[in-house]
């Protein structure tokens, strides 16, 4: 007979393939097993009309490292809140108290996500604990650690590089799990360890004072998406060299600011020809396109067709698939 009270049963674990399922996207565990091995990489990749509640996919309890492509949102906890944009890298604790995370919409989401368990932080970083950054340490002394954010930098050449081996990782198919835990282990000595304390002080600052230019940038692009301003105008705004700007721009956003305003006004096309209130032609000229030709061959070049046949022509979104262990 079994006495058990049936309150203090634990809840299922998460399905993360269910999760991703209902939200139509492509989902994959490339290696390793939360529950298993203590560390987990999945792939991402989805389209949504409406906005993603991302958080619905944490693990309690764990360490995420998410290396970003493509897709922008934000991840909130404690009154923090970080940005997530295009060939970023960052991460967060999935602890105790509420944490919330969205993907925008109407945006194509891809991503890699490195789940990590207590456990296995703790079986590898105890002797690190006093490099480790204070969300980590919080995790790794205790199992009743606060949801707390942490940093978010751009992806390095490094770090681009991994992304694209990761979904065909070069050995044999015996050593993968080995593989995918050595992989684990860089990317958390390169984004949970804290520098030291004068250069954490002086990087921090300038990259607050990098972000808050670049979200200025950003901002006025937005605003200004039929007519943008030149990059010695764009210097003005922001008070600094048109060459600074261009290096900063560059480093935070993965991108220059050709490319993301390239990429901002064929979003908007997009949007506004799936809204069905747009012709072609009145798409290219709110976007700030004079010539239709040159218009008609970026947005082929982005989206893989004509923008004429872009409302009919979108793929279907994609199943999940199902984790392999």
């Not at 835990?181 to 954490?200: I, N």
Request: glycine share 6%; charged share 25%; proline share 6%.
């Amino acid at each position: 007979m079994n006495d058990a009270n049936p309150a203090a049963v634990e809840a299922p674990p998460l399905r993360e393939d269910a999760v991703w399922e209902a939200v139509g996207a492509e989902w994959e565990q490339l290696g390793g097993s939360f529950r298993r091995h203590g560390f987990s990489f999945e792939w991402h990749d989805f389209e949504s009309s409406a906005e993603v509640d991302w958080a619905r996919s944490f693990h309690a309890g764990s360490v995420e490292i998410c290396l970003n492509l493509s897709g922008e949102g934000h991840v909130m906890a404690r009154g923090e809140r970080m940005e997530v944009r295009a060939r970023t890298a960052g991460f967060y604790v999935c602890g105790q108290g509420p944490i919330d995370a969205r993907r925008r919409p109407l945006e194509r989401h891809r991503f890699v996500t490195v789940e990590l368990a207590p456990d296995f932080l703790r079986r590898h970083l105890n002797g690190y604990r006093p490099w480790l950054h204070s969300s980590v340490l919080a995790l790794v002394d205790s199992d009743r650690a606060k949801s707390e954010i942490g940093a978010s930098l751009p992806l390095t050449a490094r770090q681009q590089d991994l992304l694209a081996s990761l979904r065909s990782p070069p050995v044999m198919l015996e050593a993968r799990v080995l593989w995918y835990q050595a992989k684990a282990l860089e990317l958390v000595v390169e984004l949970l360890f804290r520098p030291g304390e004068e250069r954490e002080l002086f990087c921090a600052r300038a990259k607050r004072l990098a972000h808050s230019r670049v979200e200025k940038v950003v901002s006025i692009l937005r605003e200004r998406i039929a007519e943008p301003p030149s990059l010695e105008e764009l210097g003005r705004l922001v008070a600094c060299s048109p060459f600074y700007l261009s290096r900063t721009f560059s480093g935070e956003m993965g991108m220059t600011i050709p490319q993301y305003l390239r990429q901002l006004r064929l979003e908007r096309a997009a949007e506004l020809l799936r809204s069905g209130n747009f012709n072609v032609t009145e798409a290219a000229m709110e976007v700030g396109y004079s010539s239709l030709s040159h218009f008609s061959q970026a947005f082929h070049e982005h989206f893989g067709c004509c923008p004429g046949l872009y409302p009919t022509s979108t793929v279907p979104q994609k199943t999940a698939r199902r984790a392999r262990g």
